[in-house]
């Protein structure tokens, strides 16, 4: 069971963080995009970020028999 709670919590944050990405990468052009290769690991690595900060807090919720 913990591991649904962690799966799901995985996600719901890599959602979030990929909304995230989305609204600061909304005013860079096409070409901005393409060309700068420094946008994928910043903002990748941060959309990874969520996503495992979401599975820890989907097994931190379990652990505290909230739901």
Not at 8 to 18: S, Y
Not at 35 to 64: C, E, H
Request: a positive charge; aromatic letters at 20%.
């Amino acid at each position: 069971m913990i591991f649904i709670y962690g799966f799901f919590g995985f996600l719901i944050g890599f959602g979030i963080g990929l909304g995230f990405a989305n609204v600061m990468l909304r005013r860079k052009t096409k070409n901005e995009l393409q060309d700068d290769k420094s946008l994928a690991w910043t903002y990748g690595l941060g959309v990874w970020g969520f996503a495992i900060l979401g599975g820890v807090v989907g097994v931190w919720i379990y652990n505290m028999n909230v739901i």
